[in-house]
């Protein structure tokens, strides 16, 4: 089993910021990478920011995200985090960790598979 805990959502005006972050947890052997998708309601999931994470691990960034938000990750606590600046109305959704990890209790037998938050809702109003 693999869980993913998210906390740091909530409600900011027009500019404001928010921290989110996500631990993972559970029989994990390694991790490929986590990152954050958001759903807004009417639309379908879309992604926001990835972090891929080893050796020549790389972030990537939805456009819209680009040059506001910022994911980090601290390995050891097996954590990612989306630091939101600038947000915006149309920044308003569930935002949803993800993670590709490699499960299991040992190498033998262990199997590669997705993994989701249970979602936090990130508001922005006036």
């Known amino acids: 089993q693999v869980q993913l805990v998210e906390s740091g959502g909530g409600s900011v005006q027009p500019g404001g910021s928010l921290r989110l972050s996500c631990a993972a947890s559970?029989?994990?052997?390694?991790?490929?990478?986590m990152g954050w998708y958001r759903q807004a309601p009417g639309k379908e999931r879309e992604l926001v920011a990835v972090?891929?994470?080893?050796?020549?691990?790389?972030?990537d960034y939805a456009d819209s995200a680009k040059g506001r938000f910022a994911i980090s990750r601290d390995e050891a606590k097996r954590t990612v985090y989306l630091q939101m600046n600038g947000l915006e109305t149309e920044d308003t959704a569930t935002y949803y960790c993800?993670?590709?990890?490699?499960?299991?209790?040992?190498?033998?037998?262990?199997?590669?598979?997705?993994?989701w938050g249970q979602g936090t809702q990130v508001t922005v109003s006036r």
């Open positions: 993800y993670c590709f990890v490699q499960a299991g209790t040992s190498r033998r037998g262990s199997h590669w598979k997705d993994c």
């Open positions: 559970g029989s994990i052997i390694s991790i490929n990478h």
């Open positions: 972090s891929t994470i080893g050796v020549g691990g790389r972030t």
